[in-house]
């Protein structure tokens, strides 16, 4: 009944969806997928709990198109072994990589993906002079009589997002293929055909936002073929189902599930070889893994003991996102920012503080906050450094990363100590002032003097901010988290209370047209 009733909400069927394949065991094939979910695992046990309640009327998958092991609490406390295990219990068919997965050491997320136990298939992640990608490009596997291949595409902006993970001593040691990597795809596309696949189903980790890197979901359906749909993640985007047509003028189906699973993506391909794709909210799905569930107890338990306890009261709710729901984070200033770069500021002493958008994770609402709630706040494993640089390169910073207003970008820097206009028409950024900590006034940035900015070390050693303070000479190294650093400014400096201070943003940042 389960089954019935989902496929009565199924999407249009696809262009994509010609007749050349006939599943011939007449029986329908269920694709169930999910993408940056980071950490938020209460989904896990739906996501397994629907795959076996559809098991019984057709042949079903479940597969991962990345951003699991961190963004969230669970993630952020046992360096991705809490996700991992809860993984592990639901027997996925295939995962591919998401560039959060390379917050870690390689050689640590090689011992993740080896726990979780599933095939792992990425076909543009490469050692340096390497001939074969460091994971198998793709695997098919067997629906009855049909052979369904399964791609994985990782984004090269990984490599600037994640740099660190990407050498060892100071040398590079792998790529992400980034200048051919639509055709390193199609490559993998054209092995899986010739070994039978008869669909072809790409694990994307691409999204559809323009980058630097000039590889995007869309882009690659439109510069191969051979694709019959891609299972897109990265841009948390919610996409029930879009149509791109190939090289050869033929439609590929793209979608994705949002993040958090706020949805499980369902792809059906009927016996008669249609596809269809639909969404479906997880909070409505009533199935549940009995075996999924207990590792999720049991990791919930184990975290307890350790995110229980109570930080502070907030009298104000902490934003990360808009009226519309977009990150702001991301392209202007928010409340929350404010207070994670006010922390940083004081617990470094340094002049100013800058936060990337995109390393502040999750809004709260007004009341107490735990420990858990700071760490699902601020997740990563990075800890608080202070550079020193000049006024100039603080303007070129400013410049860089506020290029790309109006649209989201996880390099925007949040700021503490620092005020200034960004113009998008001619991306200009000027009134850059500087707070003196003498006279607590604010003064006209000077770009020859030398000034001390604290902010995690992700964004200096490579990934934040376009890589700007990459060679900034770093002048104190904390062995503090950042979101200790959080947790000592909310007790020690606030003294337990978050007040109507932060109600709003502080006006730190002025974004004109």
């Known amino acids: 009944m389960l089954f019935a009733a989902l496929v009565l909400i199924v999407a249009q069927p696809s262009l994509a969806a010609s007749k050349k394949c006939k599943n011939s065991a007449k029986q329908s094939i269920v694709i169930l997928y999910e993408n940056d979910v980071h950490c938020a695992i209460d989904g896990y046990q739906k996501l397994a709990g629907l795959r076996d309640a559809i098991a019984d009327t057709a042949f079903v998958a479940v597969v991962s198109s990345g951003d699991y092991v961190q963004g969230g609490t669970a993630g952020a406390i046992s360096r991705g072994q809490y996700v991992a295990d809860i993984m592990r219990t639901v027997d996925y068919d295939a995962i591919a990589l998401g560039n959060h997965e390379f917050d870690y050491p390689v050689t640590h997320v090689a011992k993740l993906l080896k726990h979780i136990g599933a095939p792992v298939v990425c076909a543009n992640f490469y050692a340096i002079g390497g001939k074969k990608p460091i994971y198998a490009p793709y695997i098919i596997k067997k629906f009855g009589k049909t052979k369904i291949a399964f791609v994985g595409a990782l984004t090269p902006t990984a490599f600037y997002t994640e740099t660190s993970a990407f050498f060892i001593n100071d040398k590079q040691v792998y790529h992400l293929c980034e200048k051919d990597c639509y055709e390193v795809i199609q490559a993998a596309v054209n092995k899986a055909r010739k070994q039978g696949a008869q669909y072809v189903v790409i694990l994307s980790h691409l999204g559809e936002d323009p980058n630097q890197t000039n590889v995007e979901s869309h ?52 016996p008669d070889g249609r596809l269809t794709t639909q969404l479906l909210p997880t909070k409505e799905i009533t199935a549940v893994s009995p075996r999924v569930k207990e590792a999720t107890d049991e990791v919930k338990q184990q975290m307890n003991e350790l995110t229980q306890r109570v930080v502070c009261h907030s009298d104000v709710r902490l934003r990360i996102l808009n009226a519309q729901g977009k990150q702001q984070v991301r392209m202007g200033e928010t409340n929350l920012g404010d207070l994670v770069c006010d922390a940083y500021r004081a617990y470094a002493g340094a002049d100013i503080a800058l936060a990337n958008g995109g390393g502040i994770r999750t809004e709260k609402h007004a009341g107490d906050l735990t420990y858990g709630d700071i760490a699902d706040i601020l997740p990563y494993d990075n800890n608080l450094w202070v550079v020193e640089v000049t006024g100039a390169t603080i303007k070129e910073l400013l410049r860089k990363n506020c290029y790309n207003l109006p649209v989201e970008d996880g390099s925007f820097p949040q700021v503490s100590g620092l005020r200034f206009t960004a113009r998008i ?22 770009e020859n003097k030398l000034y001390t900015i604290a902010t995690i070390d992700y964004c200096i050693t490579g990934g934040g901010f376009y890589d700007v303070l990459k060679n900034a000479k770093v002048v104190k190294r904390f062995d ?3 979101r200790d650093a959080l947790v000592h400014f909310l007790e020690k400096d606030l003294g337990g209370r978050i007040s109507n201070d932060y109600l709003e943003p502080q006006g730190r940042i002025k974004i004109i047209p």
């Open 219 to 270: 882009g690659l359906a439109a510069n191969t073929s051979g694709i019959d749909i891609i299972l897109d993640g990265h841009t948390h985007s919610v996409i029930p189902h879009d149509t791109v047509l190939n090289k050869l003028g033929q439609p590929v189906i793209i979608t994705e599930t949002g993040t958090k699973f706020i949805n499980i993506g369902k792809l059906l391909i009927t």
């Open 480 to 482: 503090i988290l950042y």
């Open 425 to 446: 028409s001619d991306h200009s950024v000027f009134d850059i002032e500087v707070l003196n900590k003498e006279t607590n006034q604010y003064e006209p940035l000077d």
